[in-house]
């Protein structure tokens, strides 16, 4: 089933409004998700027990695409500096659409196709574009899938006939919890654009908009309840600068990552894949 955002065709700018769309409900054991395959392939609103998880589109003047729900980053995480990087030998340059930089992909700025859907789950799939947005094309997959009290995310981008750089994760705007439980191993230092730097240092007080070498999982605590995000990913990237939401980012890789890490790709054919579990206890 294919869905058709509004403006389909025009390109969308994180700072666009970027309504949900048709929603795609499932549900089980207490636990209800709303999927918006339209509006970047993002979970629009997650329920436990009756109360929201995530800041919705629309609540404390959310409503540009990069502001709300839980969205993919594919095919790269973060800001690239500048949109520019080199592979394989060519310098590339992508649009720049936040400040001077290029950030958190260009999935979460275009409809999925539904491909899956059962009482308890969904599953999407995005063709990525092959032009100025984008130069190498490649598929990207997700699968939200709900029981025994939590929600697995899954998250993939294949090369088709070129070879790419890949970086993907999540970008969850969490209703501000009342607690977080979060004991990173290392941070990564930042320069006065904001652009993460090797090599990963000390863990410095907050408040963040950082990313840290992670392996343990994140506990938040709000409402009487408890919230528990687990991922074998271990770069976070964590933002709490805003007092209505903050953000708990697992992703495969730092921001920045094409020239951080100028030598990782997928060959045609490749996949890098991903996986996140939310568990309410």
């Known amino acids: 089933m294919a869905v058709e955002a509004a403006g389909a065709g025009v390109d969308l700018t994180p700072t666009s409004p970027l309504p949900p769309g048709p929603l795609l409900a499932i549900a089980a054991d207490g636990i209800e998700l709303d999927a918006a395959a339209a509006a970047g392939g993002r979970i629009a609103q997650i329920r436990?027990?009756?109360?929201?998880?995530?800041?919705?589109?629309?609540?404390?003047?959310?409503?540009?695409?990069?502001?709300?729900?839980?969205?993919p980053m594919v095919p790269w995480c973060g800001r690239i500096r500048d949109g520019r990087f080199a592979f394989a030998g060519e310098r590339h340059q992508l649009p720049v659409n936040l400040g001077p930089h290029a950030i958190h992909g260009v999935g979460f700025l275009m409809p999925w196709q539904v491909t899956g859907q059962g009482e308890r789950h969904v599953e999407?799939?995005?063709?990525?574009?092959?032009?100025?947005?984008?130069?190498?094309?490649?598929?990207?997959?997700?699968?939200?899938?709900?029981?025994?009290?939590q929600l697995r995310l899954s998250l993939s981008v294949t090369a088709d006939g070129h070879a790419m750089p890949a970086s993907i994760g999540w970008h969850p705007w969490f209703l501000k919890p009342e607690r977080l439980e979060f004991t990173p191993d290392a941070m990564y230092p930042r320069d006065a654009e904001g652009i993460a730097l090797l090599p990963p240092?000390?863990?410095?007080?907050?408040?963040?908009d950082?990313?840290?070498?992670?392996?343990?999982?994140?506990?938040?605590?709000?409402?009487?309840?408890?919230?528990?995000?687990?991922?074998?990913?271990?770069?976070?990237?964590?933002?709490?600068?805003?007092?209505?939401?903050?953000?708990?980012e697992p992703q495969t890789a730092p921001p920045d990552a094409f020239n951080l890490q100028p030598d990782a790709m997928l060959r045609p054919g490749e996949t890098l894949a991903a996986h996140c579990v939310l568990r309410w206890e």
């Not at 840290?212 to 933002?239: I, K, P, T």
């Open 48 to 71: 436990c027990d009756g109360v929201d998880q995530l800041l919705a589109w629309g609540a404390h003047g959310a409503t540009a695409a990069i502001a709300w729900g839980c969205y």
């Open 124 to 149: 999407l799939e995005l063709a990525l574009p092959r032009d100025h947005r984008w130069p190498f094309g490649g598929v990207a997959r997700q699968r939200f899938e709900l029981g025994n009290r």
């Open 201 to 208: 240092g000390p863990v410095r007080p907050g408040p963040w």
């Open 210 to 248: 950082d990313c840290f070498v992670n392996r343990r999982d994140v506990l938040l605590h709000r409402a009487g309840q408890r919230l528990r995000v687990s991922s074998a990913c271990s770069d976070w990237v964590v933002y709490d600068g805003t007092v209505a939401a903050t953000c708990v």
